[in-house]
């Protein structure tokens, strides 16, 4: 199974960019990569996903290295909302199923 | 409705209890999930159901039972369970397991076994 490598921590302030950096070398060829986040006494939620090229949502964008080997997710105008555990997943093959694997994550502070 | 809703919000049982986790989702859905998250780790997947079928069971102790009985809720029974079980017990869907497909989480429920 692919695997993906993380900061633990990062800090931002208020209204700057804030670019989280994720590392998967062992990628395949298909694999999607995938973030969610998890607010503080939260379930997980989807921020996005993408496969070769980079994409946009209201949420973020992902920029993905052209040798697919890491990813950068931006969060544009990071606001005291955006303090959460930002994981970088991998999808693994498990029979006729796929599972994510997730990463350990990134703790992102905001200051105000 | 892009809800998936967990019941109980807090669980406190003994190691002779039994109890369920309940989990409700009214989007469609037809991947349904169980994930246990321990303090400061990330989410570890337990089961998938699939169509209502257990597809994924990633070697979860027997004392986890899971149950789909419709396409809309899933359980988690719980028997026997032991205090390092104590974890947020996560429940997802999704419209189907495949590589692009987003999941929703519940709020989980906060299990404390003593």
């Known amino acids: 199974d692919a695997k993906t490598t993380q900061p633990n921590s990062m800090e931002s302030n208020e209204e700057e960019p804030v670019h989280l950096p994720c590392n998967h070398s062992?990628?395949?060829?298909?694999?999607?990569i995938h973030w969610y986040r998890q607010l503080p006494s939260q379930g997980p939620e989807y921020v996005i996903h993408g496969l070769t090229s980079n994409v946009n949502n209201r949420m973020a964008s992902l920029a993905i290295a052209e040798d697919r080997k890491s990813s950068t997710l931006i969060l544009h105008r990071a606001t005291l909302r955006d303090a959460a555990v930002y994981y970088c997943i991998l999808p693994s093959n498990a029979g006729n199923n796929r599972k994510l694997i997730w990463g350990l994550g990134t703790s992102l502070a905001v200051n105000p | 409705d892009t809800e998936v809703t967990q019941t109980p919000k807090h669980l406190v049982m003994g190691m002779t209890n039994k109890k369920s986790l309940k989990c409700e989702q009214h989007?469609?859905?037809?991947?349904m999930y169980w994930y246990k998250q321990k303090a400061k780790k990330p989410p570890e997947l337990m089961f998938v159901y699939s169509y209502e079928k257990l597809s994924i069971n990633e070697s979860v102790p027997s004392r986890f039972s899971p149950e789909c009985p419709n396409s809309s809720l899933l359980n988690l029974h719980l028997h026997a369970l032991q205090p390092e079980d104590s974890a947020l017990y996560l429940c997802?869907?999704?419209?189907?397991?495949?590589?692009?497909?987003?999941?929703?989480f519940g709020q989980g429920t906060r299990l404390t076994v003593v």
């Open positions: 997802a869907s999704s419209r189907g397991t495949g590589a692009t497909t987003e999941a929703f």
């Open positions: 062992t990628i395949s060829g298909t694999d999607y």
């Open positions: 989007m469609g859905h037809r991947a």
